[in-house]
């Protein structure tokens, strides 16, 4: 089974992030810590980049599950998941903890690593939680004296809380690379400034705010009527570049600062969708490499 979403950027998202990971498991292989990927929305283990779906193959902007493609895909064609990307790392972890929301993903995924990593097999842990709810005990019941984390945040749209981002911050021991959904922030607030109902209450527990709204409309003097008197008309006052600045600052915030600058801008057809951003939570001075191997891969 495979995933049908995504295109280059996802292929560039999935080199990053696996780049990160080479260099990491490398740097910490002396140390006595136990190593864990954590892949919380780790899909299916591969995807068919959308673009070569006929139009009623698409499905809006979301995935959709293929048993066999009905057309005939190129294997390199194949985008390989984050999840088998992290098994292929040598040194490997210690423990892959992978996780998805769809039953059918975890099945997939199971089958996939049962045939190709059955070496690994013993190291992974496989579950079907919300993303937040496996993180939240992941982050409460894990000794972080002893233990190190990389967690991939990898959602299609704005799943992620910001309660879970706090927690994660609060372990002082994980490095995050989060996939920022900020085009789905950006168009919960119409043209005319309304934020949607459903939508902007996503936005709110995902910057843990609701702040944002103060400032996303703004209201200028309209056409003047026949006796010379204008409406204000209300209009959106932001752009996906604002939200992008505001949820590097909330991540700040629960990360202690400790958030890489540098942003990879990710989207189809050049479209700014997503950013890909990188945060560490270990105050220590040991730690800033992680930093340095994150501004590295995000050149
Ligand atoms: C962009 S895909 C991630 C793909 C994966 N990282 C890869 O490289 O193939 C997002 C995944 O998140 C899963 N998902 C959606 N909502 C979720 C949630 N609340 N908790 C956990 N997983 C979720 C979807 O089923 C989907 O497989």
């Avoid at 990389?150 to 996939?179: C, H, M, N, S």
């Amino acid at each position: 089974m495979t995933q049908a979403f995504g295109d280059e950027h996802t292929r560039i998202k999935l080199e990053t992030v696996e780049k990160y990971l080479n260099a990491y498991t490398k740097a910490l292989k002396q140390q006595s810590f136990t190593l864990l990927y954590v892949d919380v929305c780790a899909g299916s283990g591969a995807s068919i980049p959308r673009a070569l779906l006929t139009s009623q193959d698409d499905c809006g902007g979301q995935q959709q599950l293929l048993e066999a493609p009905a057309f005939a895909v190129d294997t390199d064609q194949i985008i390989v998941g984050s999840a088998i990307r992290a098994l292929r790392i040598t040194p490997a972890f210690d423990l892959y903890l992978l996780n998805d929301v769809k039953k059918s993903n975890v099945d997939a995924l199971r089958k996939k690593i049962k045939s190709e990593f059955s070496h690994l097999y013993d190291r992974v842990t496989l579950s079907q939680f919300d993303a937040n709810k496996m993180l939240f005990t992941l982050c409460r019941e894990t000794n972080w004296r002893s233990n190190r984390a990389v967690v991939f945040l990898d959602p299609f749209g704005l799943q992620i809380k910001y309660e879970t981002l706090l927690e994660l911050g609060r372990t002082k021991a994980v490095d995050v690379w989060y996939l920022v959904p900020v085009f789905a922030m950006y168009r919960q607030i119409r043209g005319d400034g309304l934020v949607l109902e459903d939508g902007g209450r996503s936005v709110d527990e995902a910057l843990g705010t609701t702040e944002w709204r103060n400032v996303v409309a703004t209201e200028e003097k309209g056409q003047m009527d026949l006796w010379g008197v204008s409406a204000p008309v209300s209009k959106r006052a932001v752009d996906v570049a604002w939200f992008e600045a505001i949820a590097k600052e909330r991540l700040k915030l629960a990360f202690g600062g400790q958030v890489v600058d540098e942003v990879l801008p990710l989207g189809r057809n050049g479209l700014h969708e997503f950013s890909l951003m990188f945060a560490w939570a270990n105050p220590g001075d040991k730690a800033r490499l992680a930093s340095k191997l994150a501004k590295a891969v995000l050149k």
